[in-house]
């Protein structure tokens, strides 16, 4: 199947604070999801990215789907506390979607 | 919401014991999976099911047993608990959203430790 790497797999910022985790894969993706995961939680569905150079908003969440879509970003502006978590990378056909190993932010006053 | 339960929430067993954890879902949802969390792996797919008896492997499937005699049931069983399968083990359906995007909704997870 097919395989995303996420970095960085730890980031620790204060709140205010920009973050950005990357998704890569060596192989065309046809779609890209990403999962936030609180801490003693599940994970949740934030976003799916179809097209080539795909940019979508949430507040202040931006996810970008590379043009080659071979890769794909989240960028969170002004991070606050309620931002942390573990974020992942998604991807496949609904009979095998494949996670990214994540990336778990820390914020801090 | 999809309405997934998971049972039972906390498990502590013994090595070499059978372990069954419970997954039910109360929308007709065609998919379920279950997946393990450790640190470090992200989620691993273990075993899916794409209807009532037909089920697959996932990437880590050695060790474990799934059953759907119901759609609304998907059971994973352990038939001989191992150490390396203490884990978070989370149940999953898939749902089409007005989009098009199949999403997954997960249930609370189960904590399993193996002694």
């Known amino acids: 199947g097919q395989q995303v790497m996420q970095i960085p797999q730890y980031q620790h910022v204060q709140e205010g604070e920009d973050f950005t985790t990357y998704c890569n894969s060596s192989?065309?993706?046809?779609?890209i999801q990403w999962y936030k995961q609180r801490p003693g939680g599940h994970p949740v569905f934030l976003i799916q990215?179809?097209?080539?150079?795909e940019v979508k908003k949430q507040k202040r969440l931006t996810f970008q789907f590379g043009e080659a879509k071979k890769n794909s970003s989240l960028h969170i502006t002004a991070t606050q506390t309620t931002d942390v978590g573990t974020y992942f990378c998604?991807?496949?056909?609904?009979?095998?979607?494949?996670f990214g190993t994540g990336t778990r932010l820390q914020v801090t006053l | 919401d999809a309405g997934i339960t998971q049972s039972p929430r906390h498990k502590v067993t013994e090595t070499g014991t059978p372990v069954t954890l419970r997954c039910h879902q109360t929308e007709n949802h065609r998919y379920m999976y279950w997946y393990r969390q450790d640190p470090g792996h992200g989620l691993r797919l273990i075993h899916y099911?794409?209807?009532?008896?037909?089920?697959d492997k996932g990437e880590v499937s050695d060790g474990y047993s799934v059953s759907r005699s119901k759609t609304e049931d998907f059971l994973l069983t352990l038939e001989s608990a191992t150490s390396s399968q203490t884990s978070v083990y989370f149940c999953?359906?898939?749902?089409?959203?007005?989009?098009?995007?199949?999403?997954?909704?997960f249930g609370a997870g189960s904590r399993l430790t193996v002694l």
């Open positions: 990215l179809v097209k080539s150079g």
């Open positions: 999953a359906i898939s749902e089409q959203y007005s989009s098009g995007a199949n999403v997954l909704t």
């Open positions: 192989t065309t993706l046809s779609n």
């Open positions: 099911s794409y209807g009532v008896k037909d089920t």
């Open positions: 998604v991807t496949g056909t609904a009979s095998k979607l494949t």
